[in-house]
Each structure stands twice: as C-alpha cells, then as structure tokens.
Nanobody, 126 residues
Framework: QVQLVESGGGSVQAGGSLRLSCAAS????????MAWFRQAPGKEREGVAS????????AYADSVKGRFTISQDNAKNTVYLRMNSLKPEDTAMYYC???????????????????WGQGTQVTVSS
C-alpha cells in the first residue's frame, strides 16, 4: 500500500505561480512512477506530468509544457509540481498518483496508476 498526501493548492491570479507537494509513504518501491493529474468540473481527469522516481524519465502534457515542472526529493519521498504562468484554464482539483513503470516509462494515463491522493484545489482567476 502507498499513501499519498497532496498540499500546496490555493487561489492565485492569472500569471501567478504555485508549488504542489505530494508526500508518499508506505511501500513505494513497487510504484516508482509518480504523476500529477487534474480534473475540472464536468471534464475528464487529465494527466499533467509524470516522473520516474528511480531515474530520469519525465513527461508533460502539451498544455503545460514550458510552464509546469515536476521534480522529486527522494530523501523526503516527495514529488513536487511547480506551476508558473498559471491560466484560468488550469483551474482544477489536482491529484497525485503512484503506479508501476510500464515498458520503462511512466505514462500519463490515469488507468496506469493504482494509488491516489485526496487532491488539492487550484483556482486561477483572470
């Protein structure tokens, strides 16, 4: 079992920045892929960024490339999502997820992850 706890959400104006944190505990060795997803009301859950905690694999959704950065602190078992140049369309509940690697990669599909946090709300006003 893996437990995930997100923090760092809030309300900002367009153009602002936030940093989300996801602290993992439990048996994390079997779930070396960590990812951030988001879901806005009435929309499907969208993969935002993923990272392989044991190596260098990182992936981003096209909608956030150049604005968001995923990183990790293995000593703290924590993954971060730095979000810059935020837009109103970034408004959503953001979820952290953990899962196994597949084919040496950490994909952004929600079905590939079997552990989820409770989410943290990000609201961007124009």
């Amino acid at each position: 079992q893996v437990q995930l706890v997100e923090s760092g959400g809030g309300s900002v104006q367009a153009g602002g920045s936030l940093r989300l944190s996801c602290a993992a505990s439990g048996y994390t060795y079997g779930s070396p892929c960590m990812a951030w997803f988001r879901q806005a009301p009435g929309k499907e859950r969208e993969g935002v960024a993923s990272i392989y905690t044991g190596g260098t694999w990182i992936a981003y959704a096209d909608s956030v490339k150049g604005r968001f950065t995923i990183s990790q602190d293995n000593a703290k078992n924590t993954v971060y999502l730095r979000m810059n140049s935020l837009k109103p369309e970034d408004t959503a509940m953001y979820y952290c997820a953990a899962g196994p690697r597949q084919g040496g990669r950490c994909y952004l599909g929600a079905t590939r992850y079997n552990y989820w946090g409770q989410g943290t709300q990000v609201t961007v006003s124009s």
